[in-house]
């Protein structure tokens, strides 16, 4: 149909024809645009990349999406291993979580050009390794690797945090060397906020808590009795998940042995089912193996997972219909240790944090999911932690 496209004979249409053949060309490109460019908006002019070092710095740096400009960066604050970063729905309060000798503590700072910090509060367990804002922005959910353990933090209308008002404590053991006690690593809300699934590496589960989303407590009540955790193989060592935003799947990933599983979820029951099992290391490799992040692009089509063994980046492919994945690409990750990663709010960027490297790489993402050519970096010692302000 779009080669069709024909000048008529006489001059006096020649306007008008050609503003026909512009909007048939414009109808014919947008036909050719892959559905994953629906993952993708309109480029962000101004925006903000924050990035912590295991020296104890945060930095933040102005981002320009659409000319792929990072600027210099600045100081947001400094203190002992600033080990997650998250902001909330505005952007305008950044939680920084830092592992300190007496335990973990959370800070919230007002972002902008020069950040003021609201208030600071103990997590109530040690070794804090990833934090979670509920849905309604009333608390703040802390993974403890160190105890085993998570944590829940009421929050202040102005975000300020108050001391940890619940502690759930895991049990649990598995055959590796680092699974001699729980390690609690990731959260995840359930798409219906009614659970708080807590991926645990050294009890080899994903621990399913109840989650009441009234007052944020955690913990089985009359109304929502205990479920059984999801248990995975012994020695995988679960780290990180994520929901599809269909709210039918999950996607575990296992440290350990450094492999993906596809998990059908059950809201109503609280339940995961295994239905995929991927490696993300190549077949000959026999080297240390070891799952880093994921993150799922916003249109669900697109997993992507940092691998630190071989120190790769994997882009998968998800099937609309059963959420099972293939493999998409697997390329080097610009440097060793990738350690966490963000994709920009406009999906058109993704930020690597290089540990190893001591550096932020950020890669384009094409319109097809697939990453591209290096794009700009930025120096930071030992990053632990990236994130896009939205």
Not at 35 to 59: D, F, I, K, M
Not at 148 to 166: I, K, M, W
Not at 194 to 214: Q, S, Y
């Amino acid at each position: 149909m779009c080669s069709e496209a024909r000048h008529p004979g006489r001059p006096a249409g020649l306007a008008a024809a050609l503003l026909a053949g512009l909007v048939l060309l414009a109808g014919c490109q947008a036909a050719l645009i892959p559905p994953t460019a629906a993952a993708q908006t309109a480029c962000q002019v101004q925006g903000t990349l924050y990035g912590s070092s295991e020296s104890g710095s945060v930095q933040a740096w102005d981002w320009n999406s659409c000319e792929a400009r990072l600027g210099e960066g600045r100081p947001v604050m400094q203190g002992p291993k600033p080990r997650w970063l998250s902001l909330d729905a505005e952007g305008q309060r950044l939680y920084v979580l830092t592992d300190e000798p007496a335990g973990g503590q959370l800070s919230v700072w007002l972002t902008g050009r020069s950040a003021v910090e609201l208030g600071r509060a103990a997590t109530g367990g040690a070794g804090p390794t990833h934090l979670l804002l509920d849905d309604a922005g009333r608390s703040v959910l802390v993974a403890h690797f160190g105890s085993g353990s998570v944590g829940r933090l009421a929050l202040l209308p102005d975000g300020t945090p108050q001391g940890p008002s619940q502690i759930v404590t895991h049990t649990g053991s598995g055959p590796h060397r680092r699974q001699a006690s729980p390690h609690a690593h990731g959260l995840a809300l359930s798409p219906g906020g009614r659970w708080l699934l807590a991926a645990d590496m050294g009890a080899d589960r994903v621990f399913i808590h109840p989650h009441d989303r009234t007052d944020g407590r955690i913990g089985p009540t009359p109304a929502r009795p205990a479920v059984p955790a999801f248990v995975v193989p012994a020695g995988s060592g679960p780290r990180h998940l994520v929901f599809a935003p269909g709210g039918r799947q999950a996607y575990l990933l296992n440290e350990l042995t450094a492999d993906l599983m596809v998990l059908d979820w059950d809201e109503a029951r609280g339940t995961l089912t295994l239905q995929q099992t991927v490696a993300l290391n190549a077949p000959a490799f026999s080297g240390n193996r070891s799952g880093a992040e994921l993150l799922l692009s916003r249109d669900g089509r697109h997993l992507y997972v940092a691998e630190r063994g071989e120190h790769t980046l994997q882009v998968w492919t998800v099937d609309a219909a059963s959420g099972l994945l293939s493999l998409a690409q697997r390329m080097p990750a610009g440097g060793e240790l990738p350690w966490a990663m963000d994709l920009s709010p406009d999906g058109r960027w993704l930020a690597v944090a290089l540990q190893r490297t001591g550096r932020l790489q950020l890669w384009p993402v094409e319109r097809d999911g697939r990453l591209g050519a290096a794009g700009p970096s930025a120096a930071l010692a030992a990053p632990l932690a990236v994130t896009f302000a939205p």
